[in-house]
């Protein structure tokens, strides 16, 4: 089997205009094979999906989450392109999984790219000092901070977790399937997540751990 290279998935991606963990993905699962992977990109509809993603969504739902009786609350607008896709089944069981999903692992922003530069700075910073307190030299400190800010991007960005109903997918890869089935731009652009008590001391419950099961059942 082929190593899977940046080189390769950067050709892969220009090829299909697929996402980048999509093109990896694809390698990894065609044994590094360029054709077969393009193939496997376009079974799965992804590559299609990759061009639609710049297309306009000025449609969409605002929906609302409400967890534990009233203990865990979330409003969360998902845009798509038609006020027909918008009503459909398929759609919405979507916006309440995404609804879910930030109740359940309380990201912060949508993307990394909303995440505003003094606070990567400031992590940035946290995480050199972590570094040099544990000794490690100065000439690996910068490469082992960039690699757990990207750890760091998967927990407070919503689109780069793992998805709460199948972790082996991120909720970006969620989103991208979503494109290619319904076959409209989907964009997630805003939410806001309020817990009960938050801020305040008090026992801590497992809410993701509740959210979870509840999806289970949904």
Known sequence: MAEVTAAMVKELRERTGAGMMDCKR??????????????????KGLAAAAKKAGRITTE?????YIHGGGRIGVLVEVNCETDF????????????DIAMQIAASRPEYVRRE??????????REVLTAQ????????????KMVEG???????EVCLLEQ???????????????EKIAKIGENISV???????????????????????MAASQKS
Do not use: C, H, S, W
Not at 193 to 211: C, I, N, S, T, W
């Open 26 to 43: 694809a390698l990894t699962e065609t044994g590094g094979d360029m054709e077969k992977a393009v193939d496997f990109l376009r079974e």
């Open 162 to 176: 793992p998805f709460i109903k199948d972790p082996d997918i991120t909720v970006q890869q969620l989103l991208t």
């Open 189 to 211: 652009r805003r939410f806001v997540r309020y817990e009960l008590g938050e801020g305040l001391a008090r026992r801590q419950d497992d809410f993701a751990a509740e959210v």
């Open 85 to 96: 896709v918008a009503k459909t089944d398929e759609f919405r069981l979507f916006v309440r």
């Open 114 to 123: 909303d995440v505003p530069e003094d606070v990567i700075a400031r992590e």
């Open 148 to 154: 757990r800010l990207e750890k760091f991007y998967k």
């Open 131 to 142: 570094a040099r307190n544990e000794g490690k030299p100065e000439k690996i400190i910068q």
């Open 60 to 64: 969409g739902v605002v929906d609302a």
